[in-house]
């Protein structure tokens, strides 16, 4: 059942959809509380239908702990009352729908909260052991991935914080408990789901050690992590259990997975999933060749989802800069396939300052400060303390942004509306070093990602560029966008 789903009413709008990813907390606070909710989101709809968005991914909204800032999830079908209520939700699908934008929700189902009921209730969905950790597998950000319940005496699961303790999805009770909580949302309207973890959801039977590495994992992993192969903590072939019963659930809602993988092991996902990230595309050095390489690996799967950023990983502005920064906006979106925009990117917000103290233990509150809306002190995200501090609101917002034609906010606009054009498949073209080409159709597209002026092997009326330039040469961070003229 490849590409399983949402041919159902011919409509597989998200394809070559444009996501914003909002995160909920830093995006806008209406009750004056410091932290963001729905009806702030609502208020802010404005913003992404300008842009030009097709869909909105909330992160999770659900009643936490926040040991893991809303992924260490306590009822998977409710909402956190610091985000609103249900009636909220229901109202932001309604408006979201009119102005033609889907909504998808964040699914943690590798894990719950330590304080879900079900922990309690229903010991059997997850995974134990007794008499002491099983065998040697780690947790996501360091140490063992066992820890000793008080309680019970017992030892269970869990791949990321203690706080988190694994779901068993090779129980099937377990596996319908997700399935209900997926009907439940869809129920609501929901078009989809990003489907947190799903490396993670099925592991070895036996739970057997892992063995050491025998080559370096391609994408950033914790040093304790990586020095073990990943097979038997993760990626269990027998993923297409949990794949299947989230599909069922899912009928023909969209499932993004957050598959932390590289993109040539994303087939076998991708047999139950619409689409998943290209962590490679996100994790590559802001180099040509290596760009290139990643493309050439994810493209061929063609239902990725091409991202560069998100509340996990240092913010784009921050890794390459502003000038490159708008650079990375054309490739981004001139790529066959659906992409993925992380709140603030648009406007090339930059990584900011932690908590005090931090918030988050992995080091990640960086990337989650709240929106900049309007050149004021609090940017406009609230009239409160906000949960995160602002970066540099009077320099960097929305508001500024949409006054100036030339700016970052702009460029992304344009940007979403050009890539309707664009013809399906991408051709990549040999080019001078540093620089990555490619064409789509009628229209090529060229960045430098190098250091040095760079020709462009691309010619034909230039349709965007990020800075002036005469089509032939780029400086470096600039790109170009042209339209094969009639010859
Ligand atoms: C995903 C989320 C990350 C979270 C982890 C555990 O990777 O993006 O924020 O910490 O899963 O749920």
């Known amino acids: 059942m490849a590409g399983a789903s949402g041919s159902a009413g011919g409509s597989e709008w998200w394809r070559d959809a444009v996501v914003y990813q909002i995160y909920p907390r830093s995006f806008q606070d209406s009750d004056g509380d410091g932290i963001g909710d729905l009806r702030g989101a609502i208020a802010r709809l404005d913003h992404l239908e300008w842009l030009g968005v097709d869909a909105i991914w909330l992160s999770p909204i659900y009643p936490s702990p926040l040991a893991d800032s809303g992924y260490d999830v306590a009822d998977h079908a409710a909402i956190d009352p610091v985000y609103g209520s249900l009636a909220d939700f229901d109202e932001l699908i309604a408006r979201a729908h009119a102005r033609g934008l889907r909504v998808l929700l964040d699914l943690v189902a590798s894990h719950t909260s330590i304080e879900h009921p079900w922990f309690r209730e229903h010991p059997d969905w997850y995974v134990w052991a007794d008499g002491g950790p099983p065998n040697n597998w780690r947790a996501a950000w360091g140490g063992p991935a066992w820890s000793r319940d008080a309680r019970s005496g017992r030892w269970y699961l869990h791949s990321f914080y203690p706080e988190q303790p694994d779901l068993d999805w090779r129980n099937p009770d377990a596996r319908a408990a997700i399935g209900s909580v997926i009907r439940v949302w869809r129920e609501r309207g929901v078009d989809g789901f990003r489907v947190d973890a799903v490396q993670q959801l099925m592991k070895d039977r036996e739970l057997r050690d892992e063995r050491p590495a025998r080559a370096p994992f391609p994408l950033p992993l914790h040093p304790e992590l990586a020095a073990l192969e990943g097979v038997r903590s993760r990626t269990d072939p027998e993923i297409t259990i949990a794949l299947d019963a989230l599909r069922e659930a899912a009928g023909d809602a969209v499932l993004v997975g957050e598959v932390y993988v590289p993109s040539p092991a994303l087939g076998p996902y991708l047999e139950r999933l619409d689409l998943a990230f290209a962590f490679e595309f996100l994790h590559a050095p802001w180099e040509a060749a290596a760009m290139r390489r990643a493309i050439a690996a994810a493209a061929p799967l063609e239902r990725v989802a091409w991202v560069l950023s998100n509340h996990d990983f240092p913010r784009l502005a921050t890794r390459l800069g502003d000038r490159a920064a708008r650079a990375a906006a054309v490739l981004l979106l001139t790529l066959p396939g659906a992409a993925f925009i992380y709140q603030g990117d648009e406007i090339g ?139």
């Open 349 to 487: 917000m930059p990584d900011g300052p932690e908590g005090d103290p931090p918030i988050d233990r992995a080091g990640r509150d960086r990337h989650r400060n709240p929106m900049q809306w309007s050149p004021e002190p609090l940017g406009g995200f609230t009239t409160a303390e906000p949960w995160l501090p602002p970066i540099d609101p009077e320099r960097r917002s929305v508001d500024e942004q949409r006054r100036r034609p030339d700016s970052l906010l702009h460029l992304y606009r344009r940007l979403i509306e050009l890539r309707r054009g664009l013809r399906a498949g991408v051709e990549l073209l040999d080019s001078s070093p540093g620089l990555l080409a490619y064409r789509r159709g009628e229209h090529a597209v060229a960045v430098n990602l190098g250091e040095r002026d760079a020709r462009t092997p691309v010619s034909g009326e230039v349709v965007l560029a990020t800075e002036p330039t005469d089509g032939a040469a780029l400086r470096p961070g600039g790109a170009i966008v042209v339209r094969r003229t009639a010859s």
